[in-house]
């Protein structure tokens, strides 16, 4: 998975973000948006985790820390 694909997931979760934020319960949207392109990304890299090698929910914290380090 390439940087390029990366930011396209975490602008998925901006665009999720935005879609689904409501002000009327109390968030701020950085917070929401921040963890809308968490989830977004980490889905995506345990997505391809799975696919990949067939591990199961420990291989994608293992692509997450990966994550991280980028």
Known sequence: ????????????????????????????????????????VHRRVGARCDASTGCSAGGAGRAGRRLDRI
Do not use: P, W
């Not at 997931?9 to 409501?22: N, S």
């Open 1 to 40: 998975m390439t940087r390029e694909d990366l930011r396209q997931e975490a602008l998925i979760g901006l665009l999720e973000a935005c879609r689904d934020f409501d002000s009327g319960r109390g968030h701020a949207f950085d917070k929401f948006a921040s963890t809308c392109v968490y989830y977004a």
